[in-house]
């Protein structure tokens, strides 16, 4: 029973909790992206990076319920790409809705790694 208190906390004081994708999970959409789920979601993505630092659009999952994240080119003095060769695969997450809760699913790696995001609300797609 303590275990089970310790684990709530620690998941309500995290801005996410690494879990279980429910099986009624669907995709889903971003229903009203504010400045606190903007950044949650960007905590929980660099998280699940390790800590990497990310830029996201300002739209992020409200189009699409799939996000692609790729090494950003770097540019010549010229404005032209100093490489043009992409060498790594996007990294890919999808959001989904079970019940009232909103997941993020890495999808790109065999972990299958699963956030719940509590600031945002979402809707089927």
Same mark, same amino acid.
């Given at each position: *029973?303590?275990r089970?208190?310790?684990l709530?906390?620690? $998941?309500?004081? %995290?801005?996410?909790? !690494?879990?279980s %994708? +429910?099986?009624?999970?669907? +995709?889903?959409l971003?229903?009203?992206?504010?400045? &606190?789920s903007?950044h949650? %979601?960007?905590?929980?993505?660099?998280?699940?990076?390790?800590?990497?630092?990310?830029?996201?659009? !300002? &739209?992020?999952?409200?189009?699409?319920h799939?996000l692609l @994240? &790729?090494? !950003?080119?770097? *540019?010549g003095?010229d404005?032209?790409?100093i490489q043009?060769r992409?060498d790594e695969? +996007? @990294? @890919?997450?999808?959001l /989904?809705?079970?019940?009232?809760?909103c997941y993020?699913?890495r999808v790109d790696?065999q972990?299958?790694e699963v /956030?719940?995001?509590?600031s @945002?609300? $979402?809707? +089927?797609?």
């Amino acid at each position: *029973m303590n275990r089970l208190v310790l684990l709530l906390f620690c $998941c309500g004081s %995290l801005a996410s909790c !690494k879990i279980s %994708l +429910p099986a009624n999970a669907r +995709p889903a959409l971003v229903v009203n992206l504010n400045e &606190q789920s903007q950044h949650e %979601l960007k905590q929980v993505i660099s998280k699940a990076l390790n800590e990497r630092n990310v830029t996201l659009a !300002k &739209q992020v999952f409200v189009d699409s319920h799939r996000l692609l @994240i &790729q090494r !950003k080119t770097i *540019m010549g003095p010229d404005g032209l790409p100093i490489q043009t060769r992409v060498d790594e695969e +996007p @990294i @890919i997450f999808e959001l /989904y809705k079970a019940g009232d809760s909103c997941y993020i699913k890495r999808v790109d790696n065999q972990s299958n790694e699963v /956030y719940l995001i509590q600031s @945002i609300e $979402c809707r +089927p797609r």
